[in-house]
């Protein structure tokens, strides 16, 4: 078993997963973070039912507020790869 760092596995995720089920996933690890620092620092179990609740209601949340100005950077960013060029000589 290889070792690898979350962003790695996001990356690599983000290859076979739609967006939508990678939004789905990085709200839910969120979830459990708040859930796991409830517990550690208030000693509060959160019921795993709830927090699967919380993470889609967050997500869905994230969703319908989505601006149009948000909403049209990503279209425009599907249209055409950012490409470095150097900047002129002088």
Do not use: C, H
């Amino acid at each position: 078993m290889r070792s690898s760092d979350m962003l790695g596995e996001l990356m690599r995720l983000q290859k076979i997963l739609s967006r939508a089920n990678i939004e789905l996933l990085v709200t839910t690890l969120w979830v459990i973070w708040y859930a796991r620092n409830k517990f550690v620092f208030e000693g509060l179990k959160l019921d795993p039912n709830l927090l699967l609740a919380k993470a889609e209601a967050v997500n869905e949340a994230f969703s319908r507020t989505k601006s149009p100005d948000m909403l049209r950077s990503e279209n425009l960013q599907k249209e055409k790869p950012n490409v470095w060029t150097p900047p002129p000589q002088g």
